[in-house]
Antibody
Framework: QVLLLQSGPEVKKPGASVKVSCKAS????????INWVRQATGQGLEWMGWMNPKSGNTGYAQNFKGRVTMTRNTSITTAYMELTNLRSQDTAVYYC???????????????WGQGTLVTVFS | QSVLTQPPSVSGAPGQRVTISCTGS?????????VHWYQHLPGTAPKVLIY???NRPSGVPDRFSGSKSGTSASLAITGLQAEDEADYYC????????????FGGGTKLTVL
């Protein structure tokens, strides 16, 4: 069974950083990208970026460039997403998802992690 | 503003058919990039319903179907059930946004 298990909820102050983990199991970790998507309260899904677990290569959405870093530890099949300089608007549920290649540049996301609530609160 | 445009809400009675549209542009759907659809229930992880415009993963009922034409795509749900009440999102690729994946703004389906 393919599973992505994320770390628990976090509460951070504005200006701080948060690092969310995503442990993969049930498939070859290095075979597909790990993507990160967030959902702020009352908002839709927002794609943040991708990380190739085999090479470590990354690509970030414009809205997050300079603040987000996606990494991995292949020995424990775990991906990480770190977001710095947090502000209240970053309060959201953060999801990791396996990116399945499809067509030219496309990815479909399956499965998804259970989500990690990050609350930015002063 | 989302790159892909969806209606904020749709509704239907049990047993009816509803469709959810997803309108893009020449840099994403119109450029031939594929569309994928997700169902998102509150407090749970999103679940893929349709990938590659028309394909259903195993386990997804055939009441769900997808189509794509020009710069738009659609998700159709037939035989509406109470358990279908959820948020639905389309997703594609946009070459003008540094190779970004993009989502629609989401559509809330209410089963009357």
């Amino acid at each position: 069974q393919v599973l992505l298990l994320q770390s628990g909820p976090e509460v951070k102050k504005p200006g701080a950083s948060v690092k969310v983990s995503c442990k993969a199991s049930g498939y070859t970790f290095t075979s597909d990208d790990i993507n990160w998507v967030r959902q702020a309260t009352g908002q839709g899904l927002e794609w943040m970026g991708w990380m190739n677990p085999k090479s470590g290569n990354t690509g970030y959405a414009q809205n997050f460039k300079g603040r987000v870093t996606m990494t991995r530890n292949t020995s424990i099949t775990t991906a990480y997403m770190e977001l710095t300089n947090l502000r209240s608007q970053d309060t959201a549920v953060y999801y990791c998802a396996r990116g399945r290649p499809y067509g030219r540049g496309g990815r479909w996301f399956d499965p998804w992690g259970q989500g990690t609530l990050v609350t930015v609160f002063s | 503003q989302s790159v892909l445009t969806q209606p904020p809400s749709v509704s239907g009675a049990p047993g009816q058919r509803v469709t959810i549209s997803c309108t893009g542009s020449s840099s994403n759907i119109g450029a031939g990039y594929d569309v994928h659809w997700y169902q998102h229930l509150p407090g749970t992880a999103p679940k893929v319903l349709i990938y590659g415009n028309i394909n259903r993963p195993s386990g997804v009922p055939d009441r769900f179907s997808g189509s794509k034409s020009g710069t738009s795509a659609s998700l159709a749900i037939t035989g509406l059930q109470a358990e279908d009440e959820a948020d639905y999102y389309c997703q594609s690729y946009d070459y003008r946004l540094d190779g970004s994946q993009v989502f629609g703004g989401g559509t809330k389906l209410t089963v009357l």
